[in-house]
């Protein structure tokens, strides 16, 4: 099919008045408005946030600038990004993903106490938790962390709140509840931090779940008692004293006399290969071993290792 050119439209965006018009101080471009030129020629545009930037006359031209990289920036978050700024909005995100993680992914470490439990992220996405979350953060801060009021619960809007470290620490299903109380904030009525000595309150606690869990009563006095003898008492580390080893004997005789005939009886290496096949052969039940058999056992190990008699080597025997 034949074609025929019925008009040419020109492009006058590279006239020299075209130009002009565009970058003529005062003329806008979005957000930007045109203030002038600098001394390198570049056209200088004032955003109506404030911010000053520097553009050639090709750029302004192409139309493809209306603000500042700081407008761009801000348009480029979400909502929930803009009401609790990019530190809380990281912090919460990360807390989200790890949450869902927990919930979701059966190759997590922690999933078998959350979604092996079949505790639920029910949230749309993270950004539906961070826009949830972000009123508590607004109000507590990001020191805190997030906790599920109901323990048996899940990740869902009405069971999230932010409190501390300690609070949520006593919000597990392993802490002791002496009448719904947690064991830690009953001994700080009873005028002792558990955070002041780990030691005794590990003590406090084991005595009163072995209580519990034996049917007997916690009550104000038993709790006295528990606690006032847990601060008394010092802890002290027991150690077992180092059984000393007994010389090894073959027919009346020391395995080092036995060694010292043939020279390497100041070996350690051949000292201790010998015991451990002395050893070996009595735990399987062979008796009758001799001085003889002892012997060549040690000569046969020193010829293999290319030992000579009567060069010791140092260490106890």
């Known amino acids: 099919m034949d074609t025929r050119v019925v008009s040419t439209i020109r492009n006058t965006l590279d006239k020299p008045d075209t130009k002009a018009v565009l970058t003529e101080p005062g003329t806008r471009h979005g957000r930007l408005t045109v203030s002038g030129r600098n001394a390198l020629g570049n056209v200088v545009l004032r955003c109506d946030c404030g911010e000053t930037i520097r553009l050639s006359s090709g750029q302004v031209m192409s139309g493809k600038h209306y603000q500042c990289e700081s407008c761009d920036k801000w348009d480029r978050k979400t909502p929930a990004h803009r009401l609790v ?19 979701l992914n059966a190759s997590h470490q922690s999933y078998p106490s959350y979604g092996g439990r079949d505790i639920r992220f029910n949230f749309d996405d993270i950004e539906h938790y961070i826009q949830y979350m972000a009123p508590a953060v607004m109000t507590c801060g990001t020191d805190g962390q997030v906790d599920r009021i109901d323990n048996e619960g899940n990740y869902e809007p009405g069971n999230l709140r932010i409190i501390s470290a300690k609070h949520n620490g006593r919000n597990r299903r392993s802490t002791i509840l002496i009448d719904g109380v947690p064991l830690g904030e009953v001994c700080e009525k009873f005028g002792f931090n558990p955070t002041d000595d780990l030691s005794i309150y590990r003590r406090i606690s084991e005595r009163v779940r072995y209580r519990i869990g034996s049917g007997g009563l916690v009550d104000v006095a038993f709790l006295e008692e528990t606690i006032k003898s ?88």
């Open 230 to 317: 847990a601060r008394i008492t010092p802890v002290t580390a027991v150690s077992k004293p180092r059984a000393k080893r007994q010389p090894v004997v073959v027919c009346g005789r020391t395995l080092r006399d036995i060694l010292d005939e043939v020279g390497f009886g100041g070996n350690k290496a051949v000292y201790n290969s010998t015991r451990m096949r002395i050893s070996y052969h009595l735990n399987q039940g062979v008796t009758g071993i001799s001085v003889e058999m002892v012997r060549s056992w040690a000569v046969n190990y020193a010829n293999t290792r290319g030992l000579q008699p009567g060069a010791p080597v140092s260490g106890d025997s």
């Open 85 to 103: 700024g990019t530190q809380a909005y990281k912090s919460l995100a990360s807390r989200g993903y790890g949450a869902r993680d927990r919930c």
